[in-house]
């Protein structure tokens, strides 16, 4: 059993940055595919970036040129640098494992997920 947890989140004005991190416990974290989605109040949540296991990212378009994935395999930690920040990116924002080997882009793919942390960026 994988646990998860997010921190990092917070209050930001737009143009500010954040960098969230997620904690994996448990399992073996170098093999894993670790993904980034957040959910927005009404909405369903949505794919904002990925690392795979062989240290591939991919990036939702929202996230591109802004956002940057990374981890840190001895500390069983992936973060996300958070840039340029808007309004529009106010979510809850989840960290996920995958352990299929996978690219990271199916969200169904994903086996555990953390608890999610606010993050509210105000105009």
């Known amino acids: 059993q994988v646990a998860l947890v997010e921190s990092g989140g917070g209050l930001v004005q737009a143009g500010g940055s954040l960098r969230l991190s997620c904690a994996a416990s448990?399992?073996?974290?170098?093999?894993?595919?670790m993904g980034w989605f957040r959910q927005a109040p009404g909405k369903e949540r949505e794919f904002v970036a990925a690392n795979s296991w062989i240290g591939r990212t991919n990036y939702a378009d929202s996230a591109k040129g802004r956002f940057t994935i990374s981890r840190d395999n001895a500390k069983n930690t992936v973060y996300l640098q958070m840039n340029s920040l808007k309004p529009e990116d106010t979510a809850v924002y989840y960290c996920?494992?995958?352990?299929?080997?996978?690219?990271?882009?199916?969200?169904?793919?994903?086996?555990?997920w953390g608890q999610g942390t606010q993050v509210t960026v105000s105009s």
């Open positions: 996920a494992a995958d352990r299929s080997y996978g690219l990271g882009l199916n969200e169904n793919a994903y086996d555990y």
């Open positions: 448990g399992g073996t974290f170098s093999r894993y595919t």
